[in-house]
């Protein structure tokens, strides 16, 4: 099992930034592949950003490319999501997630799931 905790959300103004932190834990971090997943209300859940278990490959949707940064720190077992140039339609909670041997967009595909931060941003 892996344990996956999310923090960093909040609220910020429109073009603001946040970055977000995923501490994860029970398994071997660098062999996971990570991402962050978000979900606004009465919307589907949405794929944001994934990176490899090296650190050495990302994938990013089209309506955070060139704003949003993942990242991670394999000696910290820690996954981050800087967040820049803030949208009020960036307005999710925002989920960590780790799987194995996928690193794409499909939710499905991901086996842990962290419990969500909050990310609001003000217009």
């Known amino acids: 099992q892996v344990q996956l905790v999310e923090s960093g959300g909040g609220l910020v103004q429109a073009g603001g930034s946040l970055r977000l932190s995923c501490a994860a834990s029970?398994?071997?971090?660098?062999?996971?592949?990570m991402g962050w997943f978000r979900q606004a209300p009465g919307k589907e859940r949405e794929f944001v950003v994934s990176?490899?278990?090296?650190?050495?490959?990302?994938t990013y949707a089209d309506s955070v490319k060139g704003r949003f940064t993942i990242s991670r720190d394999n000696a910290k077992n820690t996954a981050y999501l800087q967040m820049n140039a803030l949208k009020p339609e960036d307005t999710a909670v925002y989920y960590c997630?780790?799987?194995?041997?996928?690193?794409?967009?499909?939710?499905?595909?991901?086996?842990?799931w962290g419990q969500g931060t909050q990310v609001t941003v003000s217009s």
């Open positions: 029970g398994r071997t971090f660098s062999n996971y592949a």
């Open positions: 997630v780790a799987s194995r041997y996928y690193s794409g967009s499909y939710y499905r595909q991901y086996d842990y």
């Open positions: 990176i490899s278990s090296s650190g050495t490959s990302t």
